[in-house]
């Protein structure tokens, strides 16, 4: 069920999301919502003071045309110890040298 309602969002955003129009104020403080402006300068921030941050530029079809080519995609933490496992994943990530899920 939660596979689906996940998928369902999805879509609707993929419906939504070019009828919504672009914030061009801060409303940060009052909603908790970015200025593209301010999700790059954020990110640039993070990725500055946390080398295992960095951008990534995913998809074509992921590109925002009011986002910077090389920053379209949040930024990935990469190589970062985890001491936890899933279930049925008996490799520690340390020896696997990678962070990203399976």
Same mark, same amino acid.
């Given at each position: ?12 955003? @993929?419906?939504?999301? /070019?009828?919504? /129009? *672009?914030? #061009?104020?801060?409303?940060? #403080? ?15 921030? *993070?990725? !500055?003071? =946390? ?5 990534? &530029? ?5 590109? %925002?045309? !009011?986002? /910077? %080519? ?6 990935? %933490?990469? #190589?970062? /110890? =985890?001491?936890?496992? &899933? @279930?049925?994943?008996? &490799?520690?990530?340390? @020896?696997?040298?990678? &962070? #990203?899920?399976?």
């Amino acid at each position: 069920m939660a596979a689906f309602s996940g998928k369902a969002f999805q879509k609707f955003l @993929e419906i939504a999301s /070019p009828h919504v /129009p *672009l914030l #061009k104020d801060s409303k940060f #403080k009052e909603t908790g919502v970015l200025t593209a402006d301010e999700f790059v300068l954020a990110g640039d921030f *993070l990725v !500055y003071h =946390c080398p295992t941050w960095s951008w990534d &530029t995913g998809d074509d079809k992921m590109v %925002k045309d !009011y986002l /910077p %080519k090389d920053k379209t995609v949040f930024v990935h %933490k990469r #190589k970062v /110890p =985890c001491y936890k496992t &899933t @279930e049925g994943d008996t &490799t520690n990530t340390r @020896e696997r040298g990678d &962070t #990203k899920r399976r």
